[in-house]
């Protein structure tokens, strides 16, 4: 007998399939520095300026004339620099300007001594230590200089990149537009938080995770609700969630059972690209175009839909925003400290908890039960342990792979 698993296509080959047929959008506005955060760049910046945009010193001390220097010479003081007020008078001969940190260069200035190494000697200072040409001296656009690209198009704009455009006086960024994301979830089940739940009913966990996921990758999400497991229900809010969004994205009712229309109205309304995944959880994710959007059919079990969301939603949407700096899953070598229960057949993201070892080496344990509606074990992890399709059980002590949280999963 075959196993259930054949025939279920590979992680890589679906997001191979998938990522090959998006096309980035272009769409593009001037936003203010000030809402750019979490914006994508629509085209590369190049600096207006040199950074810094004048010589400046790097130390607090004092500015001199190598030519001025002689044994025992003692310096007077002719006068003070500091941070936006230069000195611009008369620099007699034999003497030093008092220089504060970041304070214009003097002109005729060829090194700043740190007051460190100087003394203090009747009328004025002397040297304690030998000086070097341009010492302590920070040049005209030795970081960047003007007319340099400092951000390619495709860049997310965050805390390392926003300060930069700062420091150049860019004002106004070209950003993408975000990107329109619909999203329902589906189940006769589905209660909402702050109701009482009635016999058999739970609550929508899973529209709470995809549109907070969402809201953090800077999207703007139209929140269809729940929708009933009814196929005519479920055309109207397909075709609703097209016609408003470039991605929708659905949860539940993607399986095989009774009430599973998922499948079924992504072939009716638009084209399967593929459907089924050697993975786990997150087995029954389907992938295909809409008449005017692509659409993700997550699993409806909470941890399923989550993962989906994390290694196939993620890459997707990064792809459509031409996003440079991708943030693929950082994958590393970790020594699990306990069995690990696996079965031969599926790609498993287990939830583990990260530490060091006495040795000083990174370690993994499991967050306990793992199964597709155990949400628990999310909270308390901070890596997926992924363990290869075909292996089996982990024994104490083995090394295996773990992906840290993204930021879309810690905090
Ligand atoms: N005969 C088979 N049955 C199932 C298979 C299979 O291969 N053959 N696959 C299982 C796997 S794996 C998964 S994952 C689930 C996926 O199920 P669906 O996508 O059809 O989702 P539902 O049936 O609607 O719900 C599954 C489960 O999750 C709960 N759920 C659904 N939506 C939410 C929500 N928004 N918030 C919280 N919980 C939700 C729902 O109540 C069910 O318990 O199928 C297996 N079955
Ligand atoms: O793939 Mo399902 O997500 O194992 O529970
Ligand atoms: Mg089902």
């Given at each position: 007998m075959e196993p259930f698993t054949a025939g279920l296509i590979s992680l890589e080959d679906a997001q191979q399939k998938m990522l090959q047929q998006l096309t980035p959008i272009s769409d593009s506005l001037s936003v203010s520095l000030f809402e750019a955060a979490g914006r994508i760049t629509a085209k590369p910046v190049t600096s207006?300026?040199?950074?810094?945009p004048f010589d400046n010193s790097a130390m607090d001390g004092y500015a001199l004339r190598l030519?001025?220097?002689?044994?025992e010479h003692v310096f007077p003081v002719a006068g003070k620099a500091f941070a936006g007020a230069p000195f611009n008078g008369e620099w007699p001969a034999g003497s030093v300007i008092r220089i504060m940190t970041g304070a214009p260069i003097p002109a005729g200035c060829d090194a700043v001594v740190m007051q460190e190494q100087t003394e203090q000697r009747a009328g004025g200072i002397a040297l304690t230590a030998a000086v070097t040409p341009g010492q302590n001296i920070r040049r005209i656009g030795e970081d960047i200089q003007a007319g340099k690209q400092v951000l390619e198009a495709g860049v997310r704009l965050g805390a390392a990149e926003l300060p930069l455009l700062a420091s150049l006086g860019i004002a106004e960024v070209s950003v993408l537009r975000k990107l329109r994301v619909a999203i329902f979830s589906t189940g006769d089940e589905l209660q909402a938080v702050g109701q009482p739940l009635a016999d058999g009913q739970i609550y929508d966990t899973n529209r709470f995770t995809v549109s907070l996921m969402l809201n953090k990758l800077g999207c703007e999400v139209i929140d269809l609700g729940v929708i009933a497991d009814d196929p005519e229900a479920l055309r109207q809010a397909f075709s609703e969630a097209d016609r408003q969004a470039d991605v929708v994205i659905s949860t539940g009712?993607?399986?095989?059972?009774?009430?599973?229309f998922t499948k079924a109205m992504l072939e009716e309304l638009g084209v399967i690209t593929f459907w089924k995944l050697a993975m786990k959880p997150g087995k029954p994710f389907a992938f295909g175009r809409l008449a005017n959007s692509w659409f993700c059919g997550l699993p409806g079990n909470p941890v399923s839909a989550t993962v989906t969301f994390y290694q196939l939603v993620q890459p997707l949407l990064a792809t459509l925003t031409g996003?440079?700096?991708?943030?693929m899953p950082l994958r590393q070598r970790a020594r699990a400290i306990q069995r690990l229960k696996k079965s031969p057949g599926r790609l498993d993201f287990q939830r583990g908890i990260l530490s060091r070892g006495e040795d000083g080496v990174l370690e993994v344990r499991s967050t306990g039960a793992q199964g597709s509606?155990?949400?628990s074990s999310f909270a308390l992890a901070d890596c997926f342990i992924v363990l290869d399709r075909d292996r089996a059980d982990v024994e104490p002590g083995e090394w295996v792979e773990v992906e840290v949280f993204n930021s879309l999963l810690e905090g």
């Open positions: 207006p300026l040199d950074v810094p030519s001025d220097i002689s044994p009712g993607v399986s095989v059972g009774e009430a599973d996003q440079t700096t991708r943030i509606h155990v949400f």
